[in-house]
T-cell receptor, first 115, second 110 residues
Framework: AQSVTQPDIHITVSEGASLELRCNYS??????LFWYVQSPGQGLQLLLK??????LVQGIKGFEAEFKRSQSSFNLRKPSVHWSDAAEYFC?????????????FGTGTRLQVTL | NAGVTQTPKFQVLKTGQSMTLQCAQD?????MSWYRQDPGMGLRLIHY???????DQGEVPNGYNVSRSTTEDFPLRLLSAAPSQTSVYFC?????????FGPGTRLLVL
């Protein structure tokens, strides 16, 4: 069974500083990997996804993530954080079993941005 | 496209009451699913459906019922609500390997 670990529950960064959110996964085959963002009281918005190919993936809002198979990681990065990036971020791994598609989420990292 | 819509946005129930959380999508996606979100636990899969007339259980199905009579709709039923079902519920539909989420329903069971 797949699993996802987000080791940082809460991170605080200053506006304009760089950001890296960690995500480690466990899955036997090549995983489908996702990052979602959730603003307070809102649903989940897809930031980016990795299925195959180039291991550096670009997403919306200036975010990128790098898939490192040797480290079982899929860390999310942004070179310069904006105050509007304050939200909760979820890493997820997807796996197929027949027609079923199961998405397993990490417990999330809450990002606080100070001005 | 409205995408994935959910109603109601917020609901308060008493223990033992029943209710249905509605979910609809207008993207003609075959695959739909229900998740619950609890603090510190991420999202957990309750039930899913791979098409009209086909449903299956996820990792936390107890206390919940689903049906899929049309491609568009995937309601989640609580037959006898319990305080442990206090949570935020998200419906999602999938195209390819990517799932798109609705805005959520916040449920409080007293």
């Amino acid at each position: 069974a797949q699993s996802v670990t987000q080791p940082d529950i809460h991170i605080t960064v200053s506006e304009g500083a760089s950001l890296e959110l960690r995500c480690n996964y466990s899955y036997g085959a090549t995983p489908y990997l996702f990052w979602y963002v959730q603003s307070p009281g809102q649903g989940l918005q897809l930031l980016l996804k990795y299925f195959s190919g180039d291991t550096l993936v670009q997403g919306i809002k200036g975010f990128e993530a790098e898939f490192k198979r040797s480290q079982s990681s899929f860390n999310l990065r942004k070179p310069s954080v904006h105050w509007s990036d304050a939200a909760e971020y979820f890493c997820a791994v997807g796996a197929r079993s027949g027609t079923a598609s199961k998405l397993t989420f990490g417990t999330g990292t809450r990002l606080q941005v100070t001005l | 496209n409205a995408g994935v819509t959910q109603t109601p946005k917020f609901q308060v129930l008493k223990t033992g009451q029943s209710m249905t959380l509605q979910c609809a999508q207008d993207m003609n996606h075959e695959y739909m699913s229900w998740y619950r979100q609890d603090p510190g636990m991420g999202l957990r899969l309750i039930h899913y459906s791979v098409g009209a007339g086909i449903t299956d259980q996820g990792e936390v199905p107890n206390g919940y019922n689903v049906s899929r009579s049309t491609t568009e709709d995937f309601p989640l039923r609580l037959l006898s609500a319990a305080p442990s079902q206090t949570s935020v519920y998200f419906c999602a539909s999938r195209v390819g390997e990517t799932q798109y989420f609705g805005p959520g329903t916040r449920l409080l069971v007293l």
